[in-house]
């Protein structure tokens, strides 16, 4: 699976948006970009994921550039309870992965009232 | 809606101690994982099933084994703890799609530490 390079920490005040970054330069073209977070001292939790065109969920969007080489995940109006590590990761959708998710280090998104 | 229970939540071990760490799921998913996160870090894939009676090394294999005798568990077995396996266990749960894998649902994890 390709690599991702994410912030390692960011802000947002509540009621504004969240826009989090990620960078998979080297992503191929049968990968998808998933998105999952893991708010403190529970399992991560599954958010998004697209291929190439934009996807909107109740939870949030994932925006993927046309070169497919970077990613934003825009949480719509960030509360508190969205406090948590985001972690961005570029997957082979081929049979032979069976689904292994490879988990960097996230971005610490921290929302303020 | 249960999802991915594991049990036990907590547990304290010493040393050579062995132990068995039990992950339900009830969504008759055919994919199953275990991973382990250290203070700081992201989760590390320890061994993974694709399917009653089939288990796979991850990237961090050494130290544990697993089984896969029914569809909806897969136990996590310790043989010796040994303090650098002192760690929080998330167990995983996902379904097979034909063109992309879906997305995998996680339990609450178990808090391990070994003395």
């Known amino acids: 699976d390709a690599k991702t390079t994410q912030p390692t920490s960011m802000d947002c005040a509540e009621g504004r948006a969240a826009n989090l970054p990620c960078n998979h330069s080297?992503?191929?073209?049968?990968?998808?970009v998933y998105w999952y977070r893991q708010i403190h001292s529970q399992g991560p939790q599954y958010i998004i994921h697209?291929?190439?065109n934009n996807e909107t969920n109740e939870m949030a969007s994932l925006i993927i550039t046309e070169d497919r080489k970077s990613s934003t995940l825009i949480l719509p109006h960030a509360t508190l309870r969205d406090t948590a590590v985001y972690y961005c990761?570029?997957?082979?959708?081929?049979?032979?992965?069976?689904?292994?998710?490879?988990f960097g280090q996230g971005t610490i998104l921290t929302v303020h009232p | 809606n249960a999802g991915v229970t594991q049990t036990p939540k907590f547990r304290v071990l010493k040393t050579g101690q062995s132990m068995t760490l039990l992950c339900a799921q009830d969504?008759?998913?055919?994919?199953m994982y275990w991973y382990r996160q250290d203070p700081g870090m992201g989760l590390r894939l320890i061994h993974y099933?694709?399917?009653?009676?089939?288990?796979a090394k991850g990237e961090v294999p050494d130290g544990y084994n697993v089984s896969r005798l029914k569809k909806q568990n897969f136990l996590l077995g310790l043989e010796s703890a040994a303090p650098s396996q002192t760690s929080v266990y998330f167990c995983?749960?996902?379904?097979?799609?034909?063109?992309?894998?879906?997305?995998?649902?996680f339990g609450d994890g178990t808090r391990l530490s070994i003395l």
């Open positions: 995983a749960s996902s379904s097979v799609a034909r063109f992309y894998n879906q997305p995998q649902h």
């Open positions: 099933s694709v399917g009653e009676g089939t288990t």
């Open positions: 697209g291929l190439k």
């Open positions: 080297t992503i191929s073209g049968n990968e998808y």
């Open positions: 990761i570029v997957h082979d959708a081929g049979g032979t992965s069976y689904g292994k998710l490879t």
């Open positions: 969504m008759n998913h055919e994919y």
